[in-house]
Nanobody, 128 residues
Framework: QVQLVESGGGLVQAGGSLRLSCAASGRTFSTYTMGWFRQTPEKEREFVAAIRWSGGNTYYADSVEGRFFIFRDNAKSTVYLQMNSLKPEDTAVYYC?????????????????????WGQGTQVTVSS
């Protein structure tokens, strides 16, 4: 089993930054593809960013491209989401996800059903 624990959420003003962390259990973390998704009460959960096990291949939603950055530290079994230039529309619960199964296509990294493990979520609120 893999357990994911997110942290780093909070309240920030528009234009500010936050860094989310997701600590994973499991001896083979370095082989997982990791993703971040977000959800609001008004919307279905949506893809934000993903990173392959090697860290060399990342994928972003258009809405966050150039503002958010995903990176990982396999030695610490942790994946991060650096969020810059935050907007009120970024307000959501952010979830970390993981899969040990290979994902071949880049766009498939954004498909929720590809991920078998999910964290409990962390709230990010951006005030205007």
């Amino acid at each position: 089993q893999v357990q994911l624990v997110e942290s780093g959420g909070g309240l920030v003003q528009a234009g500010g930054s936050l860094r989310l962390s997701c600590a994973a259990s499991g001896r083979t973390f370095s082989t997982y593809t990791m993703g971040w998704f977000r959800q609001t009460p008004e919307k279905e959960r949506e893809f934000v960013a993903a990173i392959r096990w090697s860290g060399g291949n990342t994928y972003y939603a258009d809405s966050v491209e150039g503002r958010f950055f995903i990176f990982r530290d396999n030695a610490k079994s942790t994946v991060y989401l650096q969020m810059n230039s935050l907007k009120p529309e970024d307000t959501a619960v952010y979830y970390c996800a993981a899969t040990a199964r290979p994902i071949t296509g880049t766009q498939d990294m954004g498909v929720q059903s590809r991920y078998g493990y999910w964290g409990q979520g962390t709230q990010v609120t951006v005030s205007s």
